[in-house]
């Protein structure tokens, strides 16, 4: 497809165990963003790459959340020893160009993680 | 502190009716802002945008107003249609923010045939 993929669909995790999603942005994209969306809310900043370098972590909530993006195309998001806190959908979003006011965020469908 | 806000959870409008959406801003360092609609089940899509050195944007039915004296700016579709129900996020970026967007709460449209 020509979209942003996110794997799994839907994860449910019991507390305590470490989970990590799947992002394959649009081919040629240079940006790739992490967003988390809590119900009713609108989307929350997490992280976001250019290229294969982590440009800004600053919305990551703690240090059991981590990003990776290794070769510049698929992102994982790591969250460890996971918390019923952690529990909410997670977007990831791709842009062609490396400036957001250059380019729109294209979003996936989402992660809808629940921990029990 | 929530530095976007859309204070209209829910909004319905007869189809051919204008549907008007409202957000509010609160840090006047945001330079860009962009309009996200939602389907349910689906991610945000991109709608329109707009930079500060405009006070309007138009794409076909769907304008962008932006008043930055009032830090508020709203999306105006006319005529609606059923098809534009959805929930509709307006987001906001500076160059204090870096490349980080910040999005309002949403309002869900409600369009009747």
């Known amino acids: 497809g020509a979209g942003v993929s996110q794997s799994p669909r839907y994860k449910v995790t019991k507390r305590g165990q470490d989970v990590a999603l799947r992002c394959d942005p649009i081919s040629g994209h240079v940006s790739l963003y992490w967003y988390r969306q809590a119900l009713g809310q609108g989307p929350e900043f997490l992280t976001y790459f250019n290229y294969e370098a982590q440009q800004d972590k600053s919305g990551l909530p703690n240090d059991r959340f981590s990003a990776e993006r290794p070769e510049g195309s698929i992102s994982t998001l790591t969250i460890q020893r996971t918390e019923q806190r952690d529990s909410a959908m997670y977007r990831c979003?791709?842009?062609?160009?490396?400036?957001?006011?250059?380019?729109?965020?294209?979003f996936g469908n989402g992660t809808r993680l629940t921990v029990t | 502190d929530q530095q976007v806000k859309q204070n209209s959870p829910s909004l319905s409008v007869q189809e051919g009716r204008i549907s008007i959406l409202n957000c509010d801003y609160t840090?006047?360092?945001?330079?860009?802002f962009l309009w996200y609609k939602k389907y349910p089940a689906e991610g945000p899509t991109f709608l329109i945008s707009?930079?500060?050195?405009?006070d309007k944007n138009e794409d076909g039915r769907f304008t962008v107003f932006l008043n930055k004296s009032a830090k508020h700016l709203s999306l105006h579709i006319v005529p609606s249609q059923p098809g534009d129900s959805a929930v509709y996020f307006c987001a906001a970026g500076g160059p204090d923010a870096g490349n980080m967007l910040t999005f309002g709460g949403g309002t869900r449209l409600m369009v009747k045939p």
């Open positions: 840090n006047s360092m945001f330079d860009y």
């Open positions: 707009i930079s500060s050195i405009k």
């Open positions: 979003a791709s842009s062609l160009r490396d400036r957001v006011n250059q380019s729109p965020l294209h």
